[in-house]
């Protein structure tokens, strides 16, 4: 496993950003720049447009840089450290590259749902991760981001590959982000993971430079996938998540009435990104099928105990900290 970025390497980042201005200036207003590879009709961009931005409109204006068109995938928590952004919605693999201990929110079949994903962030077990966060990125992590169950997704019909087993994934060239936690768990449902930003998965599922990808249903749909793909295997491998990540740096400018505001707003914000998201996934499998894909449950239970295995005594298990997935398992059901 290797870290991109060590932490003092981010010291420096963040001792330079001090010394730039962190805020631009409009009308008085400060300009709160978020970029996601998300799109503009993502659930969380959705919400963060129609409830985070009136909410901070007195002092503040939210500008939103959807499909990774200011900043590149994985590369937002760096530019926030760096002055260059104020905000993104960051997941927990990125967070690892920087704090490899992040990775026990991004391994496999941890949290069992969105509920769980809250109380987890809310509970105290999280402080020390969003101190760390803050002390040496300069990011302030608001709210935890539902972004939903992910499953496999592939171009070949189920007729040529019926996916039971990780076993049945031996071969299967399977998009993933890049970056280390996410190709683990890559390995660790039994495919083949191939590293690739999230804008460049429709072309590549159409010209079958991969064999398929892993994503939530609302996402499958919002990005088109269905129309490149010929089933879905619900896995359901990550419930997965996203923080909303804020510059520690525009943060300290804040009067303390601004700064409830603005906490209160990402927690508005991702509440209701988190009930859209669930209304989707309840929906959207008979869509799917009526697109003329199959969507099927594999053998849950292999996949769960395969993937726990391959964490057991891995680089990234040894980096949590003592009695924190017992205390995240006590959380849940
Ligand atoms: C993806 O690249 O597959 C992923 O789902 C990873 C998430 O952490 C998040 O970055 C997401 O893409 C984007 O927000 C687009 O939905």
Known sequence: MTTRFTRRAMIALCAAALATPTMTLAQDKITLRMSTPASETDQRSVALAGVFAPAVAGFATYQPHYNASL??????????????????????QELAQFFPEFSIFATGYVHQDAAHQVAVFNDALMDPFKKTVEDELGV?????????RRHVNLRQSKDDL???????????????????????????????????????IYTALQTGSVDGQDNPLPTVVDAKFFEVTKQVVLTSHLVDLNYV??????????????????????????ETARIGQLAKEEELVSFLEEKGLDVYEPDLAAFRSHV??????????????EGVLERINALGN
């Open 71 to 92: 900043i590149a995938q994985n590369s937002e928590l760096e530019a926030i450290a760096s002055g260059d952004l104020e905000m993104s919605i960051a997941s927990a």
């Open 245 to 270: 990540a804020f510059s520690k740096a525009v943060w300290d400018d804040l009067t303390p009435d601004q700064q409830a505001t603005v906490q209160q707003a990402a927690v508005d914000a991702a």
């Open 162 to 200: 019926t996916v039971t087993t990780p076993a049945d994934l031996a071969g299967v060239n399977l998009r993933m982000p890049g970056t280390d936690a996410w190709q683990f768990l890559g390995r660790a449902l039994g495919a083949n993971p191939t590293p690739m930003a999230f804008t460049e």
């Open 308 to 321: 726990q295995q391959q964490y057991v005594g891995s680089e990234f298990a040894a980096s949590w900290p």
């Open 140 to 148: 302030k992590l608001l709210a935890v981001m539902y972004l939903g």
